[in-house]
């Protein structure tokens, strides 16, 4: 097996990667679309095609539904939680034996520096290794019905699941939707994005040579309306985890209606970061830092709304132009501070945000435009972008952009930065920096948030519970409530 550096080599001295997935994955192989139709994956730092994949249709659909439901009924659902934790276990090993390859494709595919996508196949890893540690350890209840009843709970998998995953970060929002599902004895039809394809892939495959039954994991690829739509809408899903937009999610919402089906959704955020007066002050500029330019911003719970207070922010904001000013952008592959916009069409409405701010008056600090690679004059490119105070009801606060941008907010004291924070209609993630213990902690349990960081953004890992309120959705993904959501509690009562 080549090793690290020269697969990267390689890559970017063909534009490509060997080896690719040629077609959708049913029944433990990969398969041609029914129709034999493809489509180009394009490497956003360089605007241009690397490769094709399979689009499948809602012919697909329904072999890939038939295949996890027959999967679902005659094996996986009946094997021993042990024995799914060691499947599981063994994809984890196997994710990190083949992380170079991994990492190579998922910035190909999406645009992400090496270095993310190093980080996301380690993330991706850990939850397969976390969930294998749990398949054992779901349990149901003793009911107290009396001297003359016997009463008790079981936890059981909920059927075939159907997971649609983003294109910010496919292989980890994969893995944190696969890996609890199957857990929990579900089996899986997963559909990637249509500009991200290739990771989920990967992951089937490897899930397979770790031992997975056939149909136990299938992927489609193509289009959101060809295959995405009719699988949300397929009588045998038994639950719906989707990541994106607001407007697709209520969609899938309608169309889930007309069968019942379970549903988890993840629909983004504007998350605020509260940077107090009392903060450390490195350590705040440096998670202000991460939670809005990690992979571009293309995030749902980046930190885009900086919500400081006025003693100390005009000294603030300008450290932080300053070091945005100094990022380096270019080709994932070289590995840069900061890498591309995902496709064309997201670069042209992250622009329209800020073409639109301008027209308003808004202080673009810093950044502002679309750009290309420095090196080779190509790709989809914006600039880090710092806005400068706007009003509550300004659209780059109440509004997710998805890319490289921070609007700033100046709240008088905490209780205002509190209701700046909770000023929109998401409710996704919340960061605070502040030395003072109490006020963190008065403030977390009133953030209208899922998750909240206290001095450090992003912090937790797969053990902390993941989901939003309000317009960002609802449900629970990664901990052990990731896991029992794939579950449904059954009831036994019995008299003796």
């Not at 941008?405 to 905490?414: G, R």
Request: net charge negative.
């Amino acid at each position: 097996m080549a090793n690290a550096s020269d697969i990267v080599a390689r890559a970017r001295r063909t534009g490509t990667l060997d080896g690719l997935p040629d077609g959708l994955f049913l029944d433990g192989a990969f398969r041609p679309a029914v129709s034999g139709a493809r489509m180009e994956s394009f490497d956003p730092g360089r605007a241009s095609a690397f490769a094709s994949f399979a689009s499948g249709g809602a012919d697909d659909v329904d072999a890939a539904v038939e295949s996890a439901k027959k999967a679902f009924e005659t094996v996986w659902r009946d094997t021993a939680p042990a024995g799914r934790g060691r499947i599981l276990a063994r994809a984890a090993q196997l994710i990190r034996e083949q992380a170079d390859r991994l990492a190579v494709a998922e910035s190909l595919d999406s645009g992400k520096t090496l270095s993310e996508a190093r980080g996301d196949v380690g993330g991706a890893a850990r939850c397969f290794e976390y969930y294998a540690g749990a398949c054992d350890k779901i349990e149901g209840r003793s009911l107290p019905l009396g001297a003359d009843y016997l009463g008790y709970t079981l936890a059981e998998p909920v059927g075939v699941t159907a997971h649609i995953i983003p294109w910010n970060y496919p292989l980890s929002t994969a893995a944190r939707g696969l890996a609890p599902a199957l857990a929990a004895g579900c089996t899986v039809v997963a559909k990637p994005a249509e500009t991200t394809p290739f990771t989920a892939l990967m992951l089937a495959e490897i899930l397979s040579q770790a031992g997975l039954p056939d149909g136990a994991c299938n992927v489609v690829t193509g289009t959101g309306a060809q295959a995405g739509a009719p699988l949300v809408a397929h009588a045998d899903i038994n639950q719906v985890t989707f990541t994106g937009s607001v407007a697709t999610g209520q969609s899938v919402m309608r169309s889930a209606a007309d069968h019942v089906t379970r549903l988890v959704l993840e629909l983004g955020g504007k998350s605020p970061v509260i940077v107090l007066s009392d903060c450390d002050r490195e350590a705040a500029l440096s998670g202000v830092m991460g939670a809005i330019f990690e992979n571009a911003g293309q995030i749902c719970s980046a930190g885009s709304r900086l919500v400081i207070e006025r003693s100390i922010a005009d000294g603030f904001v300008a450290e932080l132009v300053a070091r945005a000013a100094r990022l380096t952008i270019g080709h994932g592959l070289d590995d840069p501070d900061m890498g591309a916009i995902n496709s064309a069409g997201h670069l042209a409405k992250v622009t329209g945000f800020l073409d639109r701010a301008r027209t308003r008056g808004a202080e673009i600090l810093t950044g502002g435009t679309p750009t290309v690679d420095p090196e080779t004059g190509k790709g989809w490119f914006f600039e880090p972008t710092i806005v400068g105070d706007r009003p509550a009801d300004d659209e780059l606060v109440q509004e997710e952009i998805f890319g490289p941008v921070l609007t700033v907010q100046i709240a008088e004291d905490a209780d205002h930065a509190l209701a700046l924070a909770n000023g929109t209609r998401y409710g996704l993630v919340a960061g605070i920096y502040t030395s003072g213990f109490g006020t963190a902690h008065r403030l977390a349990r009133r953030l209208e948030a899922g998750q909240v960081f206290i001095n450090e953004y992003f912090a937790g890992g797969i053990e902390a519970p993941f989901g939003g309120t309000k317009f960002s959705g609802f449900g629970r993904e990664k901990g052990l409530e990731g896991l029992l959501g794939y579950c449904r509690t059954k009831s036994v009562a019995a008299r003796l």
